[in-house]
Protein backbone atom coordinates (compact mmCIF):
# COMPACT_ATOMS: atom_id res chain seq x y z
CA UNK A 1 0.00 0.00 0.00
CA UNK A 2 1.56 3.53 -1.02
CA UNK A 3 0.03 6.77 0.78
CA UNK A 4 0.68 9.95 -0.08
CA UNK A 5 1.92 12.38 2.17
CA UNK A 6 -1.64 14.36 2.70
CA UNK A 7 -3.45 11.25 3.48
CA UNK A 8 -0.60 10.77 6.10
CA UNK A 9 -1.40 13.92 7.55
CA UNK A 10 -5.02 13.57 7.92
CA UNK A 11 -4.65 10.46 9.41
CA UNK A 12 -2.06 11.49 12.06
CA UNK A 13 -3.70 14.90 12.79
CA UNK A 14 -6.94 12.65 13.24
CA UNK A 15 -4.95 10.41 15.95
CA UNK A 16 -3.54 13.28 17.80
CA UNK A 17 -7.13 14.66 17.96
CA UNK A 18 -8.37 11.01 19.16
CA UNK A 19 -5.51 11.18 21.45
CA UNK A 20 -6.22 14.70 23.06
CA UNK A 21 -9.46 13.65 23.22
CA UNK A 22 -10.00 10.46 24.59
CA UNK A 23 -6.41 9.28 26.35
CA UNK A 24 -4.21 12.22 26.68
CA UNK A 25 -3.66 12.81 30.66
CA UNK A 26 -1.88 16.59 29.55
CA UNK A 27 -2.59 19.20 26.81
CA UNK A 28 0.66 17.74 24.82
CA UNK A 29 2.04 14.60 24.63
CA UNK A 30 4.55 12.46 23.01
CA UNK A 31 4.23 11.17 19.51
CA UNK A 32 4.47 7.11 20.57
CA UNK A 33 1.16 8.28 21.96
CA UNK A 34 0.10 8.93 18.49
CA UNK A 35 1.90 6.51 16.95
CA UNK A 36 0.07 4.10 19.29
CA UNK A 37 -3.23 4.97 17.45
CA UNK A 38 -1.87 3.98 13.77
CA UNK A 39 0.90 1.72 14.49
CA UNK A 40 -0.65 -0.94 12.13
CA UNK A 41 -0.15 1.67 9.52
CA UNK A 42 2.79 3.70 9.92
CA UNK A 43 6.38 3.49 11.78
CA UNK A 44 7.00 5.35 14.47
CA UNK A 45 9.59 7.37 12.91
CA UNK A 46 7.19 8.35 9.80
CA UNK A 47 4.69 9.84 12.12
CA UNK A 48 7.42 11.79 14.02
CA UNK A 49 8.09 13.57 10.45
CA UNK A 50 4.66 13.55 9.81
CA UNK A 51 3.83 15.55 13.16
CA UNK A 52 6.87 17.89 11.83
CA UNK A 53 5.31 18.63 8.82
CA UNK A 54 1.68 19.21 10.46
CA UNK A 55 3.93 21.77 12.42
CA UNK A 56 5.00 23.82 9.66
CA UNK A 57 1.47 23.67 8.21
CA UNK A 58 0.25 25.51 11.64
CA UNK A 59 -1.48 22.77 12.77
CA UNK A 60 -0.17 20.89 15.44
CA UNK A 61 2.26 22.72 18.13
CA UNK A 62 5.25 20.97 19.57
CA UNK A 63 6.23 21.67 22.79
CA UNK A 64 10.08 21.41 23.76
CA UNK A 65 10.95 22.53 27.07
CA UNK A 66 15.25 22.11 25.86
CA UNK A 67 17.38 20.83 23.81
CA UNK A 68 17.63 17.45 26.07
CA UNK A 69 14.32 17.18 26.46
CA UNK A 70 11.61 14.96 24.01
CA UNK A 71 8.89 17.21 21.96
CA UNK A 72 5.27 17.15 23.19
CA UNK A 73 2.90 17.31 20.58
CA UNK A 74 -0.92 18.81 20.70
CA UNK A 75 -3.24 20.60 17.95
CA UNK A 76 -2.80 23.87 17.47
CA UNK A 77 -6.29 26.15 17.10
CA UNK A 78 -6.08 26.33 13.53
CA UNK A 79 -6.08 22.41 13.65
CA UNK A 80 -9.33 22.43 15.66
CA UNK A 81 -11.00 24.49 13.19
CA UNK A 82 -9.62 22.24 10.37
CA UNK A 83 -10.28 19.07 12.08
CA UNK A 84 -14.28 20.08 11.66
CA UNK A 85 -14.16 19.14 8.29
CA UNK A 86 -12.15 15.99 8.60
CA UNK A 87 -13.72 12.54 9.05
CA UNK A 88 -12.98 10.01 12.26
CA UNK A 89 -9.85 8.46 12.61
CA UNK A 90 -11.61 4.68 11.80
CA UNK A 91 -12.94 6.02 8.73
CA UNK A 92 -9.56 7.21 7.29
CA UNK A 93 -7.99 4.06 8.22
CA UNK A 94 -10.11 2.54 6.30
CA UNK A 95 -10.17 4.42 3.30
CA UNK A 96 -6.36 3.94 3.37
CA UNK A 97 -7.52 -0.22 3.00
CA UNK A 98 -9.97 0.89 0.05
CA UNK A 99 -9.03 0.37 -3.57
CA UNK A 100 -12.48 1.94 -4.31
CA UNK A 101 -12.30 4.64 -2.25
CA UNK A 102 -11.33 8.16 -3.45
CA UNK A 103 -7.90 7.51 -2.02
CA UNK A 104 -6.69 4.82 -4.17
CA UNK A 105 -3.49 3.57 -2.53
CA UNK A 106 -0.50 4.04 -5.14
CA UNK A 107 -2.68 6.00 -8.07
CA UNK A 108 -1.32 9.35 -6.48
CA UNK A 109 -3.29 11.97 -6.56
CA UNK A 110 -5.93 13.06 -9.23
CA UNK A 111 -4.51 15.65 -11.64
CA UNK A 112 -6.50 18.31 -10.80
CA UNK A 113 -5.65 18.79 -7.22
CA UNK A 114 -3.02 21.35 -6.00
CA UNK A 115 0.46 20.55 -4.68
CA UNK A 116 0.88 19.43 -0.99
CA UNK A 117 2.77 22.57 -0.07
CA UNK A 118 1.13 24.89 -2.34
CA UNK A 119 -2.22 27.17 -1.98
CA UNK A 120 -4.78 27.43 -4.58
CA UNK A 121 -6.87 31.16 -4.74
CA UNK A 122 -10.44 30.83 -4.92
CA UNK A 123 -11.86 33.63 -6.35
CA UNK A 124 -15.19 34.28 -4.84
CA UNK A 125 -16.38 36.63 -7.72
CA UNK A 126 -16.63 34.03 -9.98
CA UNK A 127 -19.95 32.89 -11.26
CA UNK A 128 -18.48 28.99 -10.61
CA UNK A 129 -17.93 29.71 -7.09
CA UNK A 130 -21.37 31.26 -6.18
CA UNK A 131 -22.73 28.11 -7.85
CA UNK A 132 -20.76 26.05 -5.44
CA UNK A 133 -21.72 27.96 -2.61
CA UNK A 134 -25.22 27.34 -3.32
CA UNK A 135 -24.91 23.81 -4.05
CA UNK A 136 -23.10 23.16 -0.69
CA UNK A 137 -26.29 24.83 0.91
CA UNK A 138 -28.72 22.86 -0.60
CA UNK A 139 -26.17 19.47 0.47
CA UNK A 140 -26.32 20.64 3.96
CA UNK A 141 -30.21 21.38 3.92
CA UNK A 142 -30.90 17.60 2.35
CA UNK A 143 -28.63 16.03 4.64
CA UNK A 144 -29.96 17.56 7.76
CA UNK A 145 -33.19 16.13 6.35
CA UNK A 146 -32.32 12.60 5.25
CA UNK A 147 -31.36 9.66 8.26
CA UNK A 148 -31.47 6.20 6.84
CA UNK A 149 -32.03 3.80 9.08
CA UNK A 150 -29.01 2.75 10.82
CA UNK A 151 -27.39 5.61 11.39
CA UNK A 152 -27.38 6.96 14.46
CA UNK A 153 -28.31 10.28 16.17
CA UNK A 154 -24.65 11.16 16.60
CA UNK A 155 -23.84 9.48 13.45
CA UNK A 156 -26.23 12.24 11.28
CA UNK A 157 -24.76 14.67 13.45
CA UNK A 158 -21.03 13.90 13.04
CA UNK A 159 -21.79 14.04 8.98
CA UNK A 160 -23.77 17.26 9.07
CA UNK A 161 -20.86 18.59 11.35
CA UNK A 162 -18.01 17.70 8.50
CA UNK A 163 -20.31 19.04 5.98
CA UNK A 164 -20.15 22.26 8.01
CA UNK A 165 -16.98 22.73 8.29
CA UNK A 166 -16.36 21.19 4.35
CA UNK A 167 -18.62 24.56 3.79
CA UNK A 168 -15.99 26.73 6.25
CA UNK A 169 -13.56 25.62 4.20
CA UNK A 170 -14.71 27.20 1.01
CA UNK A 171 -15.18 30.10 1.70
CA UNK A 172 -11.64 30.63 2.09
CA UNK A 173 -9.83 32.82 -0.54
CA UNK A 174 -6.61 30.09 -0.51
CA UNK A 175 -6.88 25.90 0.34
CA UNK A 176 -4.11 23.67 0.61
CA UNK A 177 -4.27 20.43 -0.81
CA UNK A 178 -4.94 18.73 2.24
CA UNK A 179 -7.66 21.21 3.23
CA UNK A 180 -9.43 20.84 -0.27
CA UNK A 181 -9.04 17.06 -0.62
CA UNK A 182 -9.63 15.49 3.16
CA UNK A 183 -11.87 18.36 4.40
CA UNK A 184 -13.95 19.53 1.46
CA UNK A 185 -14.24 16.62 -1.21
CA UNK A 186 -13.90 13.76 1.70
CA UNK A 187 -16.49 15.36 3.96
CA UNK A 188 -18.92 15.08 1.00
CA UNK A 189 -17.88 11.82 -0.11
CA UNK A 190 -18.62 10.39 2.89
CA UNK A 191 -21.71 12.23 3.70
CA UNK A 192 -23.10 10.54 0.42
CA UNK A 193 -22.18 7.18 0.54
CA UNK A 194 -23.58 6.68 4.56
CA UNK A 195 -26.63 8.91 3.39
CA UNK A 196 -27.34 7.04 0.60
CA UNK A 197 -27.88 10.67 -1.04
CA UNK A 198 -26.12 12.79 -4.12
CA UNK A 199 -25.24 16.53 -3.75
CA UNK A 200 -25.97 17.88 -7.21
CA UNK A 201 -24.96 21.56 -8.53
CA UNK A 202 -28.08 23.78 -10.28
CA UNK A 203 -27.11 22.09 -13.28
CA UNK A 204 -27.00 18.30 -12.25
CA UNK A 205 -23.46 17.20 -12.10
CA UNK A 206 -22.17 16.27 -8.85
CA UNK A 207 -20.98 19.14 -6.46
CA UNK A 208 -17.62 17.63 -6.21
CA UNK A 209 -16.85 17.33 -9.70
CA UNK A 210 -17.96 21.15 -9.68
CA UNK A 211 -15.84 21.92 -7.04
CA UNK A 212 -12.65 19.79 -8.91
CA UNK A 213 -13.65 21.74 -12.12
CA UNK A 214 -13.58 25.17 -10.55
CA UNK A 215 -10.05 24.19 -8.93
CA UNK A 216 -9.13 23.53 -12.07
CA UNK A 217 -9.78 26.36 -13.54
CA UNK A 218 -8.48 28.61 -10.57
CA UNK A 219 -4.90 26.81 -11.15
CA UNK A 220 -4.80 27.64 -14.88
CA UNK A 221 -5.90 31.04 -14.17
CA UNK A 222 -3.43 31.22 -11.61
Known sequence: ?????????????AATYENLLYFAEYEAFSADDIY??????????????ILRSLSDDGLIIIDQYD????????ISDEGLVFLEGVPALSYLLQQLDSASSQWDGGQGPTPDIPASDGLVTLDHNQAAYAEVVEAFENAIDLAEQTRPNGISGDEHASLIAGLRGANELWKAFQLTRIQYEVGILLALERAQEQLKISFKMARGELLVEGIKAFIKMMKEIG
Not at 1 to 13: P, S
Not at 36 to 49: C, D, L
Not at 67 to 74: A, F, I, K, M, N
Open 1 to 13: MRVTVDQAKAVVL
Open 67 to 74: ETSLPHYT
Open 36 to 49: KRVEQKFSAGFVRR
